[in-house]
């Protein structure tokens, strides 16, 4: 394999007042295609062009639009990944910490909007708010001798300060990004305009005549690998009162616990699933619930698993919105968190190429 190291100039035009200057650059090349010695020295040309401006400009202190772009888009990536990886974990992290049920969304977007502060912060930082220090440095760099004024820019300048910013791209960024808010944030906005109770322990926490509604029980269990299963039934106390069945079709988890399983202890919280009779008059009522579950679950002993039997009563309050407000709450969460994330990601790809953009800009060229 042929490897050659090169020293060259490289030279820039400002962006800003059209000065051309250079200084020299060592790179090495590989020859990758044929092995030769002039494949080897094109490559290291090409790597020294790919580089960004290493200095401001020595006649006017500007940090060049490709040294800028380089290091927003760093910043904007580096914001989507982590972006990512809130989307993924925030949700049951948000439910760990116990922030109460109808908070889960509006406390997602206020996460989203600090994404987007620092999507901001790194759209808006520009190392050209400093030009005496880059003039400075600019200088120092010349009087050692690394940096050389080639031809001062024309009188005026190039007028290109504009150039340095991207800004249709940043702003259709932005826009996409701050859709994204009311996206996310989506069935819980409906819901305060609507005026629909909250049932904390519920999913959805909304809930209406005709909906279906998992009511949690209180005490979480633990068994191997979270597994359980059980039976359930639910009665409505006050059925009397809303003149309606006393019995509500329920069900639970009826997965069977199976020979093997793995022997790693998980916390779960037994549930119920409710069918709310389809009656128009419920809306705005209460309805008290009353749950028995009979619940088993696999424990350790000794080397093995024994399952364990036990019965759980709860006594909870379910507040009625109006009906099917639990299957629109659903949707709208569903909808939203699609929508959202997808505006997230397609804003955060525009200020990325947006910086990309600002990177290209520019002239540059290698003096051979
Ligand atoms: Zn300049």
């Known amino acids: 394999m042929v490897t050659i190291a090169l020293k060259r100039s490289k030279q820039h035009r400002c962006a800003a007042c059209g000065s051309l200057f250079s200084y020299l650059v060592e790179a090495q090349g590989t020859a990758h295609r044929d092995g030769s010695r002039e494949d080897a020295r ?10 960004p401006t290493a200095y ?18 760093l910043a904007h990536a580096l914001l989507l990944v982590a972006a990512f990886g809130a989307a993924v974990t925030l949700p049951a992290g948000l439910e760990w910490v116990s922030v109460p ?3 889960i969304l509006p406390g997602m977007a206020g996460v989203a909007a600090l994404f987007i502060l620092a999507h901001a912060a790194a759209a808006w930082y520009s190392p050209n708010r400093f ?5 400075a440095r600019a200088a120092e760099a010349g009087a050692a001798g690394d940096l050389v004024l080639d031809a001062p820019g024309p009188e005026g300048g190039l007028g290109a300060r504009r150039r340095l910013m991207s800004p249709w791209f ?5 826009a996409a990004l701050a859709l994204s808010l009311p996206m996310i944030a989506g069935a819980e906005i409906v819901r305060a305009f609507a005026g629909w109770p909250v049932n904390a322990d519920c999913r959805p926490n909304a809930a209406g005549p005709g909906d279906e509604v998992r009511v949690y029980f209180p005490a979480e269990g633990h068994s191997l690998d979270g597994r359980w299963q059980g039976l359930v039934a639910v009665a409505v106390l006050n059925a009397k009162e809303l003149d309606i069945e006393t019995a509500l079709p329920a069900t639970t988890r009826t997965e069977a616990i199976g020979q093997w399983v793995e022997d790693k202890p998980k916390s779960f919280r037994p549930w119920a699933k409710v069918k709310i009779p389809d009656a128009e008059r419920l809306a705005g009522k209460v309805l008290r619930l009353y749950l028995r579950a009979q619940i088993t679950y696999p424990v350790r002993e000794g080397n093995g698993f024994v399952t364990r ?6 006594v909870t309050e379910l507040r009625m919105a109006p009906p099917r407000a639990g299957a629109v709450y659903t949707l709208l969460e569903v909808a939203g968190a699609s929508a959202g994330a997808g505006l997230s990601f397609v804003g955060a790809v525009l ?6 953009r600002l990177k290209r800009a520019g002239y540059a060229a290698v003096l051979l």
């Open 170 to 174: 940043c702003w259709l960024g932005f």
């Open 56 to 73: 401001p400009c020595p006649a006017c202190g500007v940090v060049q639009p490709d040294q800028v772009g380089q290091r927003r888009e």
């Open 101 to 103: 049920a109808h908070l």
């Open 309 to 314: 039997c036990e019965v759980l009563d709860h």
């Open 42 to 51: 094109m490559n290291a040309v090409r790597w020294i062009m790919r580089r």
């Open 351 to 356: 200020l990325i190429v947006a910086a990309a």
């Open 131 to 135: 030009p005496r220090q880059n003039l």
